[in-house]
C-alpha cells in the first residue's frame, strides 16, 4: 500500500523559512509525479509545485523564486523548502504521488506564519 507522510510544519514569522518533507512507502522514483498542494480551512485546496520523475519542476505564480521542491531518490523523500514565508503563505500542506495513472495524498502538516 502507497503512503505518503508529511513532516516539517510549524509555526514560524514571516520571512522565515521551513523545509518540509514528504516521505513514500516505495521508491519515489517510481511516481511519474509529486506534487505539494496546500489548503486552508473553507478554501479550495491548491496547488503549490511539482516535480517529475525527470526532476523537472513547476510552481504556482505566487511562490516562485520562494519555494522550492526536490528529490532524494535514495531516502525517498521529496522536500519542500519554503523562503521568504508570509502570512498568506499560512496553510495545511499536502504531499501528492501519482503512481500507475492514481493519485495518492499524504494527510498534510501546518504551517502557519506569523506577520
Known amino acids: 500500500q502507497v503512503q505518503l507522510v508529511e513532516s516539517g510544519g510549524g509555526l514560524v514569522q514571516a520571512g522565515e523559512s521551513l523545509r518540509l518533507s514528504c516521505a513514500a512507502s516505495?521508491?519515489?522514483?517510481?511516481?511519474?509525479?509529486m506534487d505539494w498542494y496546500r489548503q486552508v480551512p473553507g478554501k479550495q485546496r491548491e496547488f503549490v509545485g511539482s516535480?517529475?520523475?525527470?526532476?523537472?519542476?513547476n510552481y504556482r505564480d505566487s511562490v516562485k523564486g520562494r519555494f522550492t521542491i526536490s528529490a532524494d531518490n535514495a531516502k525517498n523523500l521529496v522536500y519542500l523548502q519554503m523562503d521568504s514565508l508570509k502570512p498568506e503563505d499560512t496553510a495545511i500542506y499536502y504531499c501528492?504521488?501519482?503512481?500507475?495513472?492514481?493519485?495518492?495524498w499524504g494527510r498534510g502538516t501546518q504551517v502557519t506564519v506569523s506577520s
Open positions: 516505495g521508491r519515489i522514483s517510481s511516481f511519474a509525479i
Open positions: 501528492r504521488g501519482v503512481l500507475g495513472g492514481v493519485a495518492y
Open positions: 516535480i517529475t520523475v525527470g526532476g523537472v519542476t
